[in-house]
């Protein structure tokens, strides 16, 4: 049974719990269809004066957080600038890696593809994608097959130094059709440094 205690500073302080939020909208592009939120030691404490706000503090909080491959590409295709020389890019999720298929502009050609890619973490706050197989006919060149991944890392990477909350990634998965992303937090809220999320656009 969760312990609630209270002080006489206003605060109460939650021995454990639990959150699960649907389709959270971070900005019109950037939904995400499930958060779990699982931690210890939460505080809240009412508002030192009218007109500042309350705060929410916890201990370590475990997060897992699911998003759809429709709202993937989403994300993906407000993110594509329109002279960029892929077009038509769609993700389907898959297990354990991501099938990016799209077509490729070179001048008046259009040279259809197909890439795979996997997701994976980089110090436990990047998530960049490795193109591990690329085909189209005989073979995609090499050199295309840089631009593709370029372009998807640069609009698809998340940065989570820029997060209004730290969050530390420890696993990213692809499942069919969609990808789910468990790390760990401690949430401070007001953020005390809010910022975008996640990088891909602007």
Same mark, same amino acid.
């Given at each position: 049974? @969760?312990?609630?205690?209270?002080?006489?500073?206003?605060?109460?302080?939650?021995?454990? %719990?639990?959150?699960?939020?649907?389709?959270?909208?971070?900005?019109?592009?950037?939904?995400?269809?499930?958060?779990?939120?699982?931690?210890?030691?939460?505080?809240?404490?009412?508002?030192?004066?009218?007109?500042?706000?309350? /705060?929410? %503090?916890?201990?370590? /909080?475990?997060?897992?957080?699911?998003?759809? !491959?429709?709202?993937?590409?989403?994300?993906?295709?407000?993110?594509?600038?329109?002279?960029?020389?892929?077009?038509?890019?769609?993700? %389907?999720?898959?297990?354990?890696?991501?099938?990016? @298929?799209?077509?490729?502009?070179?001048?008046?050609?259009?040279?259809?593809?197909?890439? !795979?890619? /996997?997701?994976?973490? !980089?110090?436990?706050?990047?998530?960049?994608?490795?193109?591990?197989?690329?085909?189209?006919?005989?073979?995609?060149?090499?050199?295309?097959?840089?631009?593709?991944?370029?372009?998807?890392?640069?609009?698809?990477?998340?940065?989570? /130094?820029?997060?209004?909350?730290?969050?530390?990634?420890?696993?990213?998965?692809?499942?069919?059709?969609?990808?789910?992303?468990?790390?760990?937090?401690?949430? @401070?809220?007001?953020?005390?440094?809010?910022?975008?999320?996640?990088?891909?656009?602007?």
């Amino acid at each position: 049974m @969760t312990d609630i205690t209270t002080d006489a500073r206003h605060r109460v302080r939650i021995g454990a %719990a639990q959150i699960h939020l649907q389709n959270v909208r971070l900005r019109e592009d950037v939904i995400l269809d499930e958060v779990h939120l699982e931690g210890e030691d939460v505080a809240l404490e009412s508002p030192p004066g009218p007109d500042r706000p309350g /705060t929410i %503090a916890t201990g370590e /909080t475990r997060v897992r957080v699911v998003v759809l !491959e429709q709202n993937i590409n989403l994300l993906l295709a407000n993110n594509i600038p329109p002279d960029a020389p892929v077009r038509g890019l769609r993700i %389907a999720v898959l297990s354990g890696k991501l099938k990016i @298929t799209g077509n490729f502009i070179k001048s008046v050609l259009s040279l259809p593809f197909t890439v !795979e890619a /996997t997701p994976k973490i !980089e110090n436990g706050i990047y998530v960049t994608y490795d193109f591990h197989s690329a085909k189209v006919g005989i073979g995609l060149p090499g050199a295309v097959v840089d631009v593709i991944q370029n372009i998807i890392n640069e609009r698809l990477a998340l940065d989570m /130094t820029k997060s209004p909350i730290p969050i530390w990634l420890d696993e990213i998965r692809c499942e069919p059709g969609r990808i789910s992303v468990i790390g760990k937090t401690r949430i @401070t809220w007001p953020p005390l440094s809010p910022g975008p999320f996640p990088a891909g656009k602007g």
